[in-house]
């Protein structure tokens, strides 16, 4: 707070690259005027972004669910691959992820997030000792004071357990 213009950490912005999302385009040309740091983008095959973010020295992640979207985004030339496994918030996968770090890491050296049902400091740690660089928490932090979120939303985040975890189609048409 008191040195506003030095940065701290790095930050990034998560673009759902959905064909129907109308704003994808206008925000990734933000992001490139604004050079924001790490860039992370799901659904489709992130070849046309990759470059421009590598043309400013930004990091490109880009969030799979299978081998093959995996495959997809190493040949694309991403920096690194969010690995959603089971119990992710958003678009959850549903490999194990001891089994999908272990066949990711034999194909690719780049950075690794492991991300879903993943919330503790011991979570951490067995992501990093399974072979990946960081764990990618997010939805603990919806409910947190600083979220913008809907506060029946973060309450009804608190209030659930592993039994509440439902997979559907229904928002996005991908489960």
Wanted: charged share 20%; proline share 4%.
């Amino acid at each position: 707070q008191d040195n506003p213009a030095i940065a701290t950490a790095p930050y990034g912005v998560n673009l759902v690259a959905l064909s129907d999302n109308k704003r994808l385009h206008n925000d990734f040309s933000t992001c490139v005027t604004h050079k924001v740091p790490i860039i992370i983008t799901s659904m489709q095959p992130p070849k046309e972004f990759v470059d421009e973010v590598h043309r400013y020295g930004g990091l490109h992640f880009h969030d799979v669910i299978s081998m093959r979207h995996a495959e997809k985004a190493i040949a694309a030339g991403v920096d690194g691959l969010v690995l959603v496994c089971s119990g992710a918030g958003g678009h959850a996968g549903m490999l194990n992820p001891f089994a999908f770090t272990k066949a990711v890491r034999k194909q690719f050296d780049g950075i690794i997030l492991l991300a879903g049902a993943l919330s503790s400091g011991a979570d951490v740690r067995a992501a990093q000792l399974m072979g990946a660089d960081f764990a990618y928490i997010g939805t603990k932090f919806i409910a947190c004071h600083e979220a913008n979120a809907d506060d029946d939303y973060k309450q009804m985040l608190i209030d659930s357990s592993i039994s509440d975890i439902i997979y559907t189609p229904q928002f996005t048409g991908i489960n």
